[in-house]
């Protein structure tokens, strides 16, 4: 299996523009994490879904932060307005919910916003 | 409010040698638990796990320990290896209810030669 897949790995942006980041999870799995790493606040869930349907989204921080997963191979987190203050590594994990369900990450998107 | 605490950033140990890096949690509905290793540019992957009902599970040169009086979590490498030097991720989370993980901020082993 490929893994769960994240595009893209690094962004450049402005301030104020949007950003798409977006996620393919492990074929098969049927809950989806967005975490957000910082070195203050470290690695934080941002958002979660079980069977495409958003479960949790406490951890999103404003309304500026949108995420959508249209269908069980694929999911989106936007960012509109983007701020320098959104500049960290964004991480996509997936699961089989199922008891004691271990996560399986992709390799990260880097955000950097200028 | 920190629910899962690293209170170690850093660790430094010699090959050969055993590493122990600490976790500890504050809430009590926590039953199941998760060691995650994350090497640069790369996302954090699993290496071992525990629940509550034991307090100790053994996987190859990886030990986690629970303490759950003291909501205290510990994991050996023995030996340790260079290829071990990574960032390792305490987690913490709920069977059966939420599948939310909690995450410690990590610890930065370094294995030297």
């Known amino acids: 299996d490929a893994g769960v897949i994240q595009s893209p790995r690094h962004e450049v942006t402005e301030m104020g523009q949007e950003v798409t980041l977006r996620c393919k999870p492990i074929?098969?799995?049927?809950?989806l994490f967005w975490y957000r790493q910082t070195m203050m606040r470290g690695l934080e869930l941002l958002i979660y879904f079980n069977n495409n349907v958003p479960i949790d989204d406490s951890g999103m921080p404003e309304d500026r932060f949108s995420a959508k997963m249209p269908n069980a191979s694929f999911s989106t987190l936007k960012i509109q307005p983007s701020e320098p203050r959104d500049s960290a590594v964004y991480f996509c994990a997936s699961s089989f919910s199922a008891g004691r369900a271990i996560q399986y990450f992709g390799a990260g998107t880097r955000l950097s916003v200028l | 409010d920190q629910q899962v605490k690293q209170n170690s950033p850093s660790l430094s140990v010699q090959e050969g040698r055993i590493s122990i890096l600490n976790c500890d949690y504050t809430n009590s509905m926590f039953d199941y638990f998760l060691w995650y290793k994350k090497y640069p540019a790369e996302g954090p992957t699993f290496l071992i796990s525990?629940?509550?009902?034991?307090d100790k599970n053994e996987d190859g040169r990886f030990t986690v320990f629970l303490n759950k009086s003291a909501k205290h979590l510990s994991l050996h490498i023995v030996p340790s290896q260079p290829g071990d030097s990574a960032v390792y991720f305490c987690?913490?989370?709920?069977?059966?209810?939420?599948?939310?993980?909690?995450f410690g901020k990590g610890t930065k082993l370094t294995v030297n030669p």
């Open positions: 525990i629940s509550s009902i034991k």
């Open positions: 987690a913490a989370g709920t069977q059966g209810g939420s599948e939310k993980l909690v």
């Open positions: 074929s098969g799995h049927n809950s």
